[in-house]
Antibody, heavy 126, light 110 residues
């Protein structure tokens, strides 16, 4: 099992910036075989893809969040991070980080989420 | 905006076979959508079942299978068991570096 662990504040005020970090153990985040991603789940609702990042900094973002998110990677710390600006109550969710493998032929789009963190609940409230 | 649809709920009797589907509101699902499937129980992180249409993730029993049926992605559970009662989500690649989760199917086994 590949441990991934989300960390960050569990409470963020409206209009402020949500910042989370995912620490990866047991594997190098610099491997070319994987992206590293973020997914969220509002309470009682379904999963939503946020985005993912490659070791070289290449990113893919959900268009509905693109103007407010930055995903970054720190290979020296084996971590990747999510910043979501101008949060509202609608951003209240459990945030998961996950490893995102590339398919065997490295075809565009052939990615999925295999190892997941346990998730961290972030509440947006004053 | 591309929407991925799943049956909101489904019920199956123990031992029976059930097929859950994953569709696009506009267009057809194909292997180039690279469908993947996830199982989630309340309070837990999702578990990966199927990727790249029909590849089983490590440790997933072979009674879970994936395919393209018509213009949809499909997850079939053969011989449903009580502990298959979960929420099931699909993900599709819709092009331009965008992946979309379906709304999820709540499967009841009774």
């Amino acid at each position: 099992q590949l441990p991934l662990q989300e960390s960050g504040p569990g409470l963020v005020k409206p209009s402020e910036t949500l910042s989370l970090t995912c620490t990866v153990s047991g594997d190098s985040i610099s491997t070319r075989s994987y992206f590293w991603g973020w997914i969220r789940q509002p309470p009682g609702k379904g999963l939503e893809w946020i985005g993912h990042i490659y070791y070289d900094g290449t990113t893919y973002y959900n268009p509905s969040l693109k103007s407010r998110i930055i995903i970054s990677i720190d290979t020296s710390k084996n971590q990747f991070s999510l910043r979501l600006t101008s949060v509202t109550a609608a951003d209240t969710a459990v945030y998961f980080c996950a490893r995102v493998p590339r398919g065997g032929q490295w075809l565009e789009g052939d990615n999925w989420f295999d190892h997941w963190g346990q998730g961290i609940l972030v509440t947006v409230s004053s | 905006q591309t929407v991925v649809t799943q049956e909101p709920s489904f019920s199956v009797s123990p031992g029976r076979t059930v097929t859950l589907t994953c569709a696009l509101t506009s267009g057809s699902v194909s292997t180039s959508s690279f469908p993947s499937w996830y199982q989630q129980t309340p309070g837990q992180a999702p578990r990966t079942l199927i990727y790249s249409t029909n590849s089983r993730s490590y440790g997933v029993p072979d009674r879970f299978s994936g395919a393209i049926l018509g213009n949809k992605a499909a997850l079939t559970i053969t011989g449903a068991q009580a502990d298959d009662e979960s929420d099931y989500y699909c993900v599709l690649y819709v092009g331009s570096g965008i992946w979309v989760f379906g709304g999820g199917t709540k499967l009841t086994v009774l």
